[in-house]
């Protein structure tokens, strides 16, 4: 399995500093920071890269540049002419590592699932080039032909959730490419992911693994020294050669088809087998006589080196280093100094050695803004007193003899500048501004827009359109009937819109006044139009026809529009008594017909009052009738035997509310309306008398006719009685 991490040349020279990139329709959530690397080396002089990259381990890696070497792990054609050294730039890769790791398993439908890390030398503009050389750390993930859900994908370097909600090839495509910043800036790359570097176990020798053989690694600050990706159930075929060994992986707790996973990985770093030295800084102070001065030579590389600096009429000296791996020298010269300096680190084998230009130093004294003036003025002066260097003010000119430029007509300064000497020196300092304090923003009052609103509304002033630094609001009424505002210091007071008289409208006006830190306060106005109100609609119900007698019936008001109080009253029929008559909803027993009638017609009227007057509406409320029927009507005066019975439309429980049916002589008899008994019916509306041994005084004697009545309101009159022994 191949390890090379190949990168667009143009996604690579469009790429943003630090950036992060997800790319593909998977959705990731950025995973769980880890170590980061600690220290990059100096660059080398051969080819412009890092000499070294030191993790957090404290593993300090070189590139790899031996294309030779199968432990490199360089494949095809990557250089114009391999079996001739490596020189830059006409013998050199357009990409190299310190460090590069990977693993590859199968995925679904023929597709695989790829993790590729790296920490990687390349350029800028994809070719090779002086001044185009980037580093950067790399964390990139795709997996093909993954069913729609979300998966956890986990690695040495933390853990990613991707949503899946496209098909096919590359369902998850992520990659991650920290580092990519000016070129010749190699700083970005410490922030990426890869740190501490993964090692095989078994590793040969002076190298971080083999990356033609995968093999187990040992690294992951996390623990997590594997390849693995949980999915939902079924998401990998039951052959894959890689599901997971542990159920309890993955959506499904009792399914091995939810979760792939690998621990191989090939590996390839080199260990730094130099440290190198870089020259930070090396200047020159030389006297007004010209007669000498003193060199200041200030390096950087691995605590714990030899030193040597060396330079044309100078003897050597050795720096003198501390355990942050920053070195010192300084001695005296004669005479103008030299034009270079050699820095040589004499514990590489072979030895290393870089040679830095002698500048003289530059010093910023005073880079100060008026803004009342709107001047800009730079001050700064050079170590070589003799020659008097020209300083230039990088953007704005030369400086005088005396040090200092002055420019006009600024309307807003850099932060920084820098001067610059014709002999090399350079310094930069932070522009302070001395003078012209800004006036406030102004502030301006914005009350919201005129409304109309109900009467007896809830109504909310709205000064949120107001702008500038304001520190108070104050609301205050102008005109109308006085209203209660929740709070005048309020952004958004309210208050509740009074009532107008019918056909009459209210206008209220108030005012906003805001005010801001050394502004002038600001004032606006807002009117509310309050409407009159509405004169109210009475709806009494529909007539009924349906009441049962002896029943509840309600009297409703919900058809009322418009009015805040209710009174109910009988205006025909029997009197009843009314039960909340000033409420929106009263109710009254339905009252028996007087006898013999069986129906009775009751008359309810409205009266719904509101701010907008008063209205009325009636409503009619009649019985429905009970219809009885007798199926028989007998005496027997051997035994004394009463036998009535017959039905009513008025059904007893549960279908029904239920009626009593009372029998009385007739009242045309000897004996009228004497009551004979008095039946329930049933479910069906089937009632039946039948007694014997009737007492004398509830016989019929010579009567034969009988009167039948319900409590419902049912009256049969004049019912033939049979008697018979």
């Not at 159920?247 to 979760?259: K, W």
Request: aromatic share 6%.
């Amino acid at each position: 399995m191949s390890i090379r991490l190949p990168i667009s040349r143009r996604a690579l020279s469009t790429a943003l500093a630090l950036a992060a990139v997800v790319a593909g329709p998977a959705q990731a959530n950025h995973r769980p920071g880890g170590a980061h690397l600690a220290a990059v080396g100096p660059v080398d002089p051969a080819n412009g890269f890092p000499m070294w990259y030191l993790d957090s381990a404290g593993v300090r890696l070189e590139l790899c540049l031996d294309f030779q070497n199968a432990l490199c792990g360089f494949v095809g054609n990557e250089i114009p002419n391999p079996l001739d050294p490596v020189v830059f730039p006409t013998n050199f890769p357009d990409e190299a590592f310190w460090w590069a790791g990977g693993t590859i398993m199968d995925s679904n439908g023929g597709g695989s699932a790829d993790l590729i890390l790296g920490l990687e030398a390349a350029f800028a503009g994809g070719a090779v080039a002086a001044g185009e050389q980037v580093s950067f750390g790399r964390v990139r993930i795709r997996v093909d032909n993954l069913p729609l859900g979300t998966y956890t994908v986990t690695h040495p370097y933390g853990t990613d959730v991707f949503d899946v909600d496209t098909l096919g090839p590359r369902s998850i495509n992520s990659s991650e490419d920290i580092g990519i910043t000016v070129p010749g800036v190699f700083t970005g790359a410490l922030e990426s992911s890869i740190s501490p570097f993964l090692t095989q176990v078994g590793a040969p020798p002076g190298y971080l693994g083999d990356p033609n053989v995968p093999g187990p690694v040992t690294g992951s600050v996390f623990n997590t020294n594997f390849f693995r990706i949980e999915g939902p159930d079924g998401a990998f075929g039951a052959g894959n050669a890689f599901l997971c060994a542990d159920p309890a992986l993955g959506a499904n707790p009792l399914s091995l088809t939810d979760c792939i996973e690998t621990d191989q990985f090939t590996v390839m770093g080199r260990i730094a087998r130099a440290a190198g030295v870089e020259a930070t800084r090396v200047s020159y102070e030389r006297a007004a006589d010209g007669t000498g001065g003193v060199l200041d030579v200030f390096a950087r590389t691995v605590p714990g080196q030899s030193i040597l600096l060396s330079a044309a009429g100078l003897p050597n000296v050795s720096l003198r280093g501390n355990a942050d791996g920053e070195y010192f020298a300084r001695l005296r010269y004669t005479g103008a100094p030299p034009a270079l300096v050699n820095l040589t680190n004499t514990s590489d084998d072979p030895d290393s050695t870089v040679t830095a230009a002698v500048t003289d130093r530059v010093d910023v004294l005073a880079a100060t803004y008026d803004g009342d003036l709107r001047t800009l003025t730079i001050q700064a002066d050079t170590s070589d007193l003799f020659l008097n260097p020209v300083l230039t003010a990088e953007g704005f000119g030369d400086l005088d003899a005396g040090g200092t430029i002055v420019i006009p007509a600024v309307d807003a300064p850099p932060s920084v500048v820098t001067v610059t000497s014709a002999n090399g020196g350079m310094d930069t300092a932070e522009v302070v501004s001395v003078a012209g304090d800004f006036n406030p923003v102004a502030v301006v009052a914005n009350a919201g827009l005129d409304q109309t609103v109900a009467a007896g509304a809830t109504v909310t002033l709205n000064g949120t359109g107001s702008s500038g630094s304001i520190t108070s609001y104050t609301w205050s009424q102008t005109s109308g009937p006085a209203v209660s505002l929740t709070s005048v210091t309020q952004v958004q007071p309210a208050f509740v819109a009074p009532i107008p008289a019918p056909t009459t409208t209210i206008i209220l006006t108030f005012d906003l006044t805001v005010t801001g830190p050394g502004a002038p306060a600001s004032t606006d106005s807002v009117t509310i139009t309050v409407a009159p109100p509405a004169p109210p609609v009475a709806n009494a119900g529909a007539d009924r026809t349906n009441a049962i007698v002896g029943q509840l019936q309600t009297l409703s008001s919900a058809g009322t529009t418009d009015a805040s109080s209710f009174a109910w009253v009988q205006t025909g029929g029997p009197a009843v008594a009314l039960l909340n008559a000033s409420s929106a909803t009263a109710s009254f027993n339905f009252p028996m017909p007087v006898f013999p009638a069986n129906q009775a017609t009751l008359t309810f009227q409205l009266t719904a009052t509101g701010p907008g007057g008063s209205a009325t509406d009636s409503v009619t409320i009649r019985n429905t009738i009970d219809t009885l029927t007798t199926t028989r009507a007998e005496f027997r005066t051997g035994s004394n035997q009463w036998r009535v019975d017959g039905t009513s439309t008025i059904l007893a429980s549960p279908n029904g509310p239920g009626d009593n049916i009372t029998v009385r002589l007739a009242s045309t008899c000897a004996n009228p309306n004497l009551v004979i008994a008095t039946r329930a019916t049933n479910n069906l509306g089937v009632w039946a008398y039948n007694e014997s041994g009737t007492p004398a005084a509830r016989r019929p004697g010579t009567c034969r006719r009988l009167d039948i009545v319900s409590d419902r309101g049912g009256v049969l009159t004049q019912v033939v009685l049979t008697v018979r022994n």
